[in-house]
């Protein structure tokens, strides 16, 4: 079990694609990501009533299976990640997170369907410096409803080592840069997307 820590922003497709320009001038593309990311639920949304959010990633030679639950700290989150390097496109029943996770709600596997899904190209630059290595990644997202797709663009600052505080440095920077052309959010990308594809 880990602790996510990442800051969001979200903004118009000319905005992010002029951001990108700007960091393909700084910074070298460290590499890009085709992701396919289907989330799960029961059908009267039991994981979502407790904010947790059940995500399979398909990745051209892997999947990873992630459980994420809230914390009290915005831009926080507790994750557990299982990888598979079968890529399987759908849950594996046998993992110990999910079968963890459906033994303490009593919820059979069965119960779990299909709920929302993700399809994303990642671009993804590495910031070393300072006592801080972090991960800034433009996501051009299409999210695939039941009635309807929407877009969704995305730069995400995470933090993979060194201190937290050096990264809310590098993102007020960031915030004072591009000021109201970006927004910042800490709702997640799953309740983000089913607030627009809710068609019922």
Same mark, same amino acid.
């Given at each position: 079990?880990?602790? +996510?820590?990442?800051?969001? %922003?979200?903004?118009? !497709?000319?905005?992010?694609?002029?951001?990108?320009?700007?960091?393909?001038?700084?910074? !070298?593309?460290?590499?890009?990501?085709?992701?396919?990311n289907q989330y799960? $639920?029961?059908?009267?949304?039991?994981?979502?009533?407790? +904010?947790? #959010?059940?995500?399979?990633? &398909?990745?051209? $030679?892997?999947?990873?299976? !992630?459980?994420?639950?809230?914390? @009290?700290?915005?831009?926080?989150?507790?994750?557990?990640?299982?990888?598979?390097t079968d890529a399987? $496109?759908?849950?594996?029943?046998?993992?110990?997170?999910? =079968?963890? *996770?459906?033994?303490?709600?009593?919820? =059979?596997? @069965? $119960?779990?369907?299909?709920? &929302?899904?993700?399809?994303?190209?990642?671009?993804?630059?590495?910031?070393?410096? =300072?006592?801080?290595?972090?991960?800034? /990644? %433009?996501?051009? &997202?299409?999210?695939? #409803?039941? /009635?309807?797709?929407?877009?969704?663009?995305?730069?995400? %600052?995470?933090? *993979?080592? #060194?201190?937290?505080?050096?990264?809310?440095?590098?993102?007020?920077?960031?915030?004072?840069?591009? #000021?109201?052309?970006?927004?910042?959010?800490?709702?997640?990308?799953?309740?983000?997307?089913?607030?627009? &594809?809710? /068609?019922?």
């Amino acid at each position: 079990m880990a602790i +996510e820590m990442e800051v969001k %922003f979200r903004m118009t !497709a000319d905005t992010w694609a002029a951001i990108k320009a700007d960091y393909d001038g700084e910074h !070298a593309l460290h590499h890009i990501e085709r992701q396919t990311n289907q989330y799960y $639920d029961t059908s009267d949304r039991r994981l979502g009533a407790k +904010e947790i #959010g059940l995500r399979l990633r &398909v990745l051209e $030679d892997r999947s990873i299976l !992630a459980v994420k639950r809230s914390t @009290d700290e915005a831009h926080k989150r507790i994750e557990i990640e299982e990888t598979y390097t079968d890529a399987p $496109d759908r849950l594996p029943p046998e993992s110990p997170a999910l =079968q963890a *996770l459906l033994g303490e709600l009593g919820i =059979q596997y @069965d $119960d779990i369907a299909p709920l &929302v899904m993700l399809r994303t190209e990642r671009f993804i630059y590495e910031i070393e410096e =300072q006592g801080v290595k972090a991960e800034v /990644c %433009f996501d051009d &997202v299409s999210i695939v #409803g039941r /009635c309807r797709e929407h877009k969704l663009y995305e730069i995400e %600052f995470e933090l *993979l080592s #060194g201190r937290e505080e050096r990264l809310y440095q590098i993102v007020q920077a960031f915030k004072n840069q591009y #000021g109201t052309t970006v927004e910042e959010s800490s709702i997640p990308k799953l309740v983000y997307a089913l607030n627009l &594809v809710n /068609c019922e």
